[in-house]
């Protein structure tokens, strides 16, 4: 299976100290606290978020995309230790480590992730994962299905220029997990947001329809019609049981997000991606959240990997907001 380390080095979450202990003055580094996966341990709160990092690309490999998101968990660790931490004191953000792929046995990684979230789940954690490529989401969906079982309906929310839906007969990669979940789970629907009417085949657009997937275009998605697009998704929220949320940096525009496997000169702005992962992190069906694509031996001057780390603080955020009421509960 997938290595799983628990703990990542002390070398990673560092960063500005304003106050060492003014609560009002802390940032990420001095919030996170580690922990033990898969070891008994007393349930956390519901104000709880856990990072979980994906060190792989043999999906992308496999779907001969440029190599390096592997490098992209810790990074975007880096990143994200000198944001401010904006909430409450009831609130805890947990780093449940690496889970790693080795020797090009992506399924296994992927097994050993969903393990992971699924155990994260059952403490009543929320999961926020690091990818890696997006072959992530495929272990992040495993994880969230074994918690909630066969029979609840799954609402999967992705933010992408792709649909991901590439026959998986011969081996799965990053471009073929949507297509596996919607042709082995009758009770998951997908919804994706950005698509690049030319960043995908006509046969794509093709499976898409033929398998039920609801997408909106890139070329749709401007602030004129963002109120459409909003209810969309709450609908959409609102006809599951539970919601996960993926997201894949390449829907970002090139000049945004240039570090990435598959760069776009006409994606999405980041205003809009935070809206959009706002709305879902908010609504009380979302289990989980990940980000993917971040690919560090591409980025220029660390640009994408600071705003993967913002938009991961988003998503963050917006699961702790959710829970104000709770707090120190």
């Given at each position: 299976m997938?290595?799983?380390?628990?703990?990542?080095?002390t070398?990673?979450?560092?960063g500005?100290?304003?106050?060492?202990?003014?609560?009002?003055?802390f940032?990420y580094?001095q919030?996170?606290?580690?922990?033990?996966?898969?070891?008994?341990?007393?349930?956390?709160?519901?104000?709880?978020?856990?990072?979980?990092?994906?060190?792989?690309e043999?999906?992308?490999r496999?779907?001969?995309g440029?190599?390096?998101?592997?490098g992209?968990?810790?990074?975007?660790?880096?990143?994200?230790?000198?944001?401010p931490?904006?909430?409450?004191e009831?609130?805890?953000?947990?780093?449940?480590?690496?889970v790693t792929?080795s020797?090009e046995k992506?399924?296994?990684?992927?097994?050993?992730?969903?393990?992971?979230?699924t155990d994260?789940?059952?403490?009543?954690?929320?999961?926020v994962?690091?990818?890696?490529?997006?072959e992530?989401l495929y272990g992040h969906y495993?994880?969230?299905r074994?918690?909630?079982?066969?029979?609840a309906?799954l609402g999967?929310?992705n933010i992408d220029?792709?649909?991901?839906?590439?026959?998986?007969d011969?081996q799965p990669?990053?471009?073929?997990?949507f297509?596996q979940?919607?042709?082995?789970d009758?009770?998951s629907?997908?919804?994706?947001?950005?698509i690049?009417?030319?960043g995908?085949?006509?046969e794509?657009?093709?499976?898409a329809?033929?398998?039920g997937?609801r997408y909106?275009?890139?070329?749709?998605?401007?602030?004129?019609?963002?109120d459409?697009?909003?209810s969309?998704?709450y609908?959409?929220?609102?006809q599951?049981d539970?919601?996960?949320?993926?997201?894949?940096t390449?829907?970002?525009?090139?000049a945004?997000?240039?570090?990435?496997?598959a760069?776009s000169?006409?994606?999405?702005?980041?205003?809009?991606?935070?809206d959009?992962?706002?709305t879902?992190a908010?609504?009380?069906?979302?289990?989980?959240?990940d980000?993917?694509?971040?690919?560090p031996?591409?980025?220029e001057?660390?640009?994408?990997?600071k705003?993967?780390?913002?938009l991961?603080?988003?998503?963050?955020?917006a699961?702790?907001?959710?829970?104000?009421d709770?707090a120190?509960?």
């Amino acid at each position: 299976m997938g290595t799983l380390r628990n703990h990542v080095g002390t070398d990673i979450w560092i960063g500005r100290t304003d106050h060492a202990e003014r609560r009002s003055s802390f940032r990420y580094h001095q919030i996170v606290e580690p922990m033990e996966l898969l070891a008994p341990q007393e349930t956390f709160s519901t104000n709880t978020c856990a990072i979980i990092g994906f060190e792989c690309e043999e999906g992308v490999r496999r779907n001969q995309g440029r190599l390096g998101a592997a490098g992209a968990p810790n990074a975007l660790r880096q990143a994200l230790a000198s944001i401010p931490w904006r909430t409450t004191e009831g609130h805890r953000l947990v780093d449940a480590g690496n889970v790693t792929c080795s020797n090009e046995k992506l399924e296994e990684a992927q097994e050993t992730l969903g393990n992971a979230v699924t155990d994260l789940l059952s403490k009543s954690a929320t999961p926020v994962i690091l990818g890696g490529g997006h072959e992530t989401l495929y272990g992040h969906y495993l994880g969230v299905r074994k918690h909630i079982g066969p029979n609840a309906s799954l609402g999967i929310i992705n933010i992408d220029a792709h649909f991901d839906m590439r026959p998986y007969d011969k081996q799965p990669s990053s471009g073929t997990m949507f297509r596996q979940i919607l042709e082995q789970d009758s009770n998951s629907s997908y919804f994706v947001l950005g698509i690049q009417r030319f960043g995908n085949t006509q046969e794509l657009f093709d499976i898409a329809d033929e398998l039920g997937t609801r997408y909106i275009l890139e070329e749709e998605m401007h602030l004129g019609q963002m109120d459409h697009i909003m209810s969309s998704l709450y609908a959409f929220m609102e006809q599951h049981d539970y919601v996960m949320l993926t997201l894949c940096t390449d829907v970002i525009n090139a000049a945004y997000a240039p570090g990435v496997s598959a760069s776009s000169p006409f994606g999405l702005t980041p205003m809009v991606v935070r809206d959009l992962i706002r709305t879902v992190a908010t609504h009380k069906k979302t289990l989980s959240f990940d980000i993917c694509e971040v690919n560090p031996a591409l980025d220029e001057n660390g640009r994408t990997i600071k705003l993967g780390a913002y938009l991961t603080n988003e998503a963050i955020m917006a699961f702790m907001g959710r829970n104000m009421d709770d707090a120190g509960t």
